[in-house]
């Protein structure tokens, strides 16, 4: 496992939006989105949508999925699943976990 990124409070990230750790923040080669998703849980897969360059991150959250910006590609926060075509390849997820109020990241760490 990865060693974690305090990446900030859970306050700093409204239910519903997403923010973007840059590769040069989170020691990979990705930029890694992370969601508060409708379900009050914490997410965090790659930023990029597997389909076509574009930051999930400035795309629709609907529960436990985004949907991408540029072609409605969708995908689960959870699993990083690609759910509907243009988008064929899933999203890598990274582990991130909540402790005493802040938000703790592992990245290339799996989420599941």
């Known amino acids: 496992m990865s ?8 306050d700093s990230i409204d239910e519903g939006e997403a923010i973007v750790i ?6 990979t080669k990705e930029d890694i989105a992370v969601f508060h998703a ?15 360059t574009a930051s999930l991150a400035d ?8 949907e991408c910006p540029v072609h409605a590609a969708k995908f689960c ?8 075509l243009p988008a064929t390849v899933g999203a890598r997820t990274h582990k991130i976990e909540v402790k005493d109020g802040e938000l703790l ?3 290339e760490t799996p989420a599941v």
């Open 38 to 52: 409708e379900d009050g849980n914490f997410y965090a897969i790659n930023d990029e949508c597997t389909h076509e």
């Open 77 to 84: 926060l959870k699993s990083g699943e690609a759910l509907c």
């Open 105 to 107: 990241l592992y990245p």
């Open 59 to 66: 795309g629709w959250i609907e529960g436990t999925e985004v």
């Open 3 to 10: 060693e974690a990124i305090n990446i900030g409070s859970v």
């Open 22 to 27: 840059p590769s040069e923040d989170n020691g």
